[in-house]
Nanobody
Framework: QVQLVESGGGLVQAGGSLRLSCAAS????????MGWYRQAPGKQRELVAV???????NYLDSVNGRFTISGDNAKNTVYLQMNSLKPEDTAVYYC?????????????WGQGTQVTVSS
């Protein structure tokens, strides 16, 4: 029922910036957390950044200080501002929304957007 649409990926030179957006198709009840994952070829998917409903944030060590995650509950949108990009940031980035309904915990995923950083 909840669908996430990502945008903002592309090709950028090292040191450049990109801003990823992920918009939900409808209202989200019981929002617990919003996050971004990435997966590079031949590697496991890893959590890049997450923000809880209370505003707490957590980042992958390698992006800490360069990336900023933010969310807008009213617009059902999560963002990832990526600065000082490095070639090792190249990956497909996926947004993720976690909601709590009753005793259940549910995950929703975006389709992924390619980020390529050239050296």
């Amino acid at each position: 029922q909840v669908q996430l649409v990502e945008s903002g990926g592309g090709l950028v030179q090292a040191g450049g910036s990109l801003r990823l957006s992920c918009a939900a198709s409808g209202r989200i009840f019981g929002l617990s957390a919003m996050g971004w994952y990435r997966q590079a070829p031949g590697k496991q998917r890893e959590l890049v950044a997450v923000v809880s409903s209370g505003g707490s944030t957590n980042y992958l060590d390698s992006v800490n200080g360069r990336f900023t995650i933010s969310g807008d509950n009213a617009k059902n949108t999560v963002y990832l501002q990526m600065n000082s990009l490095k070639p090792e940031d190249t990956a497909v980035y996926y947004c993720n929304v976690v909601v709590v309904r009753g005793a259940g915990l549910y995950d929703y995923w975006g389709q992924g957007t390619q980020v390529t950083v050239s050296s």
